[in-house]
């Protein structure tokens, strides 16, 4: 176990049993199998977001003492991290939100991180696609993860769930591009970039 690789996936749905949570399983079933996995659900911790105080401008920690307090440590030591999350008025959901703008003590205090494998980003939405459906979610998502030292970032977005929930099974791992961003067109994973 000492050995073993760390998937750290912060889960940023507020409704279980929705498309992401869905999404989120097959991932962890494919890319995950060998490796171990911590799932935090956000909406089970009760913290602020970030209030700008400027004290890890002085010291090189967050000085709010909550249920995010301990997630730190969580995601120092993980090897991959995962960000599950519907977009919500075209960005990632507050509880995401959140959680990003908490890693603004590591954009203060840049680190020389190691070990960092690969990070992913899981976005579902909605409505028909649209112009910048995920563009925003994305660019939340690239930037923190890239502030948390991974080079690798895999984004899968599934879109239209209102009229198609996301099907149990529909990723396969031979058809995701790994540092790409992955989406959902018919009955195929669309590259995007
Ligand atoms: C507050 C709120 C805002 C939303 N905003 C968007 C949006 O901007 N674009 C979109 O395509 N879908 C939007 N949706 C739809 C969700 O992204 C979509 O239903 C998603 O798949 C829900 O994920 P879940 O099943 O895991 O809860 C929104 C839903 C809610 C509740």
Redesign the pocket.
């Known amino acids: 176990m000492e050995n073993q690789d760390k998937v750290l996936a912060l889960i940023g749905?507020?409704?279980k049993n929705?498309?992401?949570?869905a999404l989120l399983e097959d991932y962890l079933k494919e890319f995950a199998q060998d490796k171990e996995v911590d799932l935090v659900d956000l909406n089970a911790l009760d913290f602020k977001g970030c209030i700008h105080c400027d004290g890890c401008l002085k010291e090189p920690f967050c000085r709010l003492r909550d249920d995010f307090s301990p997630i730190y440590q969580k995601i120092e030591e993980a090897n991959h991290l995962v960000f599950a999350s519907?977009?919500?008025?075209?960005g990632v959901t507050w509880l995401l939100k959140k959680s990003i703008d908490r890693m603004q003590v590591y954009f203060s205090n840049p680190r020389d991180w190691q070990g960092k494998k690969s990070a992913c980003l899981l976005l579902?939405?909605?409505?028909k696609p649209y112009p910048d459906?995920f563009t925003t979610s994305y660019l939340e998502g690239q930037i923190t993860l890239k502030t948390l030292g991974y080079s690798t970032f895999t984004c899968i977005q599934v879109?239209d769930?209102?009229r198609r929930p996301y099907e149990a099974g529909f990723l396969r791992k031979e058809a995701i591009k790994i540092d790409g961003i992955n989406r959902r067109k018919g009955n195929q994973w669309e590259l995007i970039e």
């Open positions: 749905y507020t409704r929705g498309n992401t949570q519907p977009v919500y008025f075209n579902t939405a909605g409505a459906q879109g769930t209102d």
